[in-house]
C-alpha cells in the first residue's frame, strides 16, 4: 500500500508558484487574494486563517474581511463590488457555507469570473464542463486530480467513482476527471444519498473518491482489492485519548480500508494539504492572466 501525502505534492505546487511569483514581481505584479468571511464558526475561521498565513509565507498580498453573522445581503455583495474593482485584489474567496439568511448563489455570481479563484461561478463550472482550461478549476476537485497526476496513477480508461455530488468537490471532480485533459479521460460514476446498492457500486471503482462528509462511512466492503482511494473528507470526532478531546477523521475508515488498497490518501495530511495549494496557484494565474504575462 502506498499513501498518497499531500505535504511533498502540495510543496511542489508552491515551488511553482513562487517561479511564476518572481516572474510577476520582476515585472512589476504582486498576487493579491481576499477572503471574505461572514460570522463567527470556527472551522471557517481555521480555514481563513490557514490560507492567509499561506499568502504570507508566499509574499502575496492578502485581505482579511471578517463580517458579523448578521451582515445583510445587500451588505455582502457591495463588498464583493469592491473588491471586484480592486487592483491590487485578483483572487477573491468567499468562505462557504454563508450563514442562512444569506443566498450564496447570488454572492458567487457577483464575483468577477476573472477574481474567482475558487472556481465556483457559473462562468468557471461551464468552462470546465466545456474542457475549456482558461478558467479557474475549484481548488479542491484540482487538488485530487493533481494528487493521481503527481504519483503516476492512471485515469484514462479508469472506473472512477465518486461518493458525493456538491459542486463544491463531488460533481466538479467528475468534469474534471471525465473531462480530456491530463488526469482525465476516466469513466466516471457519481454516487450520493439516493444512490441504490452503494456497496455494489464502490467496489466497481479503481479509483474511489469518498466527499460525504460522514466520519468512516466508507469500509472494506466499499472497496476492491487493489483500488486507489482518495479520501475528501475533514469531520471532527470526539476522542478523550486525544490532547483537546478531538480529532480530524476522513470518509474512509482508514485503518480498516488502507491494506485493500494500492494507494490511500490519509485524513489529515491528505488532500486538505493540496486545497490551499490550488487556491495560491489559482491567485497567481488570476494575476499572471490579468497582466497578460
Ligand atoms: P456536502 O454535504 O455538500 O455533500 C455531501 C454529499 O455526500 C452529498 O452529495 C450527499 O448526497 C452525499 N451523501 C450523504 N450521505 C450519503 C450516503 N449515506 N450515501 C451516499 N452519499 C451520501 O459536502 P461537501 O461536498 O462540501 O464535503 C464533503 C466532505 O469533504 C466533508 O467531509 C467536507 O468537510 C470535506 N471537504 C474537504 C475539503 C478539503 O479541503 N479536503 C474541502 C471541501 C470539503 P445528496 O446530494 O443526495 O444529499
Not at 70 to 80: F, M, P, R, S, Y
Not at 147 to 172: D, P
Amino acid at each position: 500500500m502506498k499513501l498518497i501525502e499531500g505535504k511533498p505534492i502540495a510543496e511542489a505546487v508552491y515551488r511553482e508558484c513562487l517561479e511564476t511569483f518572481a516572474m510577476l514581481k520582476e515585472a512589476g505584479h504582486v498576487p493579491g487574494l481576499a477572503v471574505v468571511l461572514v460570522g463567527e464558526d470556527p472551522a471557517s475561521k481555521a480555514y481563513v486563517g490557514s490560507k492567509e498565513r499561506k499568502c504570507q509565507e508566499l509574499g502575496m498580498h492578502s485581505v482579511k474581511i471578517e463580517k458579523p453573522a448578521e451582515t445583510t445581503q445587500e451588505e455582502l455583495l457591495a463588498v464583493i463590488d469592491e473588491l471586484n474593482a480592486d487592483d491590487s485584489i485578483h483572487g477573491i474567496l468567499v468562505q462557504l457555507p454563508l450563514p442562512k439568511h444569506l443566498n450564496e448563489d447570488e454572492v458567487i455570481m457577483r464575483i468577477d469570473p476573472a477574481k474567482d479563484v475558487d472556481g465556483l461561478h457559473p462562468v468557471n463550472i461551464g468552462k470546465l464542463a466545456m474542457d475549456d482550461p482558461s478558467g479557474f478549476a475549484p481548488c479542491t476537485p484540482s487538488g485530487c486530480q493533481r494528487m493521481l497526476i503527481e504519483m503516476g496513477i492512471e485515469t484514462s480508461g479508469k472506473n472512477v467513482v465518486i461518493v458525493g455530488r456538491s459542486l463544491l468537490v463531488g460533481k466538479s471532480l467528475a468534469l474534471l476527471m471525465m473531462g480530456k485533459g491530463e488526469g482525465g479521460n476516466a469513466t466516471v460514476t457519481v454516487a450520493h444519498s439516493r444512490t441504490r446498492d452503494l456497496e455494489a457500486l464502490t467496489r466497481s471503482a479503481d479509483i474511489l473518491v469518498a466527499a460525504i462528509g460522514i466520519p468512516k462511512f466508507i469500509g472494506p466492503d466499499h472497496v476492491r482489492e487493489g483500488a486507489v482511494v482518495i479520501d475528501v473528507g475533514i469531520n471532527r470526532i470526539v476522542d478523550a485519548s486525544a490532547k483537546n478531546g478531538s480529532r480530524l477523521v476522513g470518509d474512509v475508515d482508514f485503518d480498516a480500508v488502507a491494506e485493500r488498497c494500492e494507494a490511500i490518501t490519509p485524513v489529515p495530511g491528505g488532500v486538505g494539504r493540496m486545497t490551499i495549494a490550488m487556491l495560491m496557484a489559482n491567485t497567481i494565474r488570476a494575476c499572471r492572466l490579468r497582466a497578460g504575462l
